[in-house]
């Protein structure tokens, strides 16, 4: 029967790491010097760093923002193709359930505004199945206006204008729509129209050119008019509600408070909604 023998203790000629002082570490870290084993070593640029300079360059590297106080989002804009992913995905789902359980459980209509609120933002990620082209254009749209206003708002900032956008594209089908007989709506129309909202809002605060947006946007509101199946109404409330909702981000203060402020300025969009839906709702 054999034993194990104790490894004797690292003497002091031997280097060893600061964390774990009974592991003789020969490799240094290229910021402090100081020794570092296997487990406390990073990769850098060009050798290794220790774990405690990593974290203090963490620490002490200044976040980027983007021009209206959200992170700055590089790369892929992450969260436009997260949208249009969702929407693809519900609009396969709507063709393979059956029984058109998808846009029966989650398209919007104004006897559910007080019932099934929900339905208000799931509504924008379902799309006619009648029209293929629905989709298309949509998520098109949604990936060329998404390219531009989400490094510019960040991430967060262009999710809330996203969702708003939608709601209140329901919340202005409701308000300018009889409630009987029950209309099902759906499609990302309204959101979209929103990022239009948002983005005049943001070139005009940034000073840049507006008459093409202002075309884009009279070419697509008047097809909503002459096209029976288009809730023009839809659009008219997620373009008003995605200015107001820019506007909020784009002119609140600079400053500590500049992200509160924002929060606060969505919150009273939302708060508008709430109030106009309820007054629709009581009036019948």
């Not at 002490?60 to 995905?89: D, E, H, K, N, Q």
């Not at 967060?156 to 409630?179: D, K, Q």
Request: with cysteine; proline share 7%.
């Amino acid at each position: 029967m054999s034993y194990g023998i104790p490894s004797a203790e690292p003497s002091a000629d031997i280097p060893v790491c600061p964390r774990h002082p009974d592991r003789p570490s020969y490799v240094r870290c290229q910021r402090c010097g100081r020794p570092a084993c296997p487990e406390c070593q990073r990769a850098a640029a060009v050798g290794f760093q220790c774990v405690d300079c990593v974290n203090e360059q963490k620490r002490t590297t200044p976040t980027y923002r983007s021009p209206y106080g959200g992170a700055l989002a590089v790369g892929r804009p992450l969260v436009t193709f997260v949208i249009i992913g969702l929407c693809a995905l519900v609009y396969v789902l709507q063709w393979i359930v059956p029984g058109d359980a998808v846009f029966e459980d989650f398209a919007f209509a104004n006897i559910f505004a007080v019932s099934e609120p929900w339905r208000m933002v799931t509504a924008a990620f379902l799309h006619s199945q009648g029209f293929l082209l629905h989709i298309v254009l949509n998520m098109y749209t949604l990936w060329i206006f998404g390219q531009a206003l989400e490094p510019l708002l960040g991430r967060i900032r262009f999710l809330a204008v996203y969702l708003i956008s939608a709601i209140g594209g329901s919340v202005g089908f409701l308000a300018l729509t009889p409630t009987l007989p029950p209309v099902g709506v759906v499609g990302a129309s309204g959101a979209i129209f929103g990022l239009f909202g948002a983005m005049l809002v943001v070139q005009r605060h940034r000073g840049g050119e507006t008459k093409q947006l202002w075309v884009l946007i009279a070419i697509n509101g008047a097809i909503g008019f002459f096209v029976p199946s288009i809730a023009w109404q839809a659009h008219l409330g997620g373009l008003i509600t995605g200015g107001l909702a820019a506007a909020a981000i784009a002119y609140a203060p600079r400053g500590k408070n500049q992200a509160l402020l924002q929060a606060g300025g969505l919150v009273l969009v939302a708060g508008l909604l709430a109030v106009v839906t309820w007054f629709r709702v009581t009036a019948g």
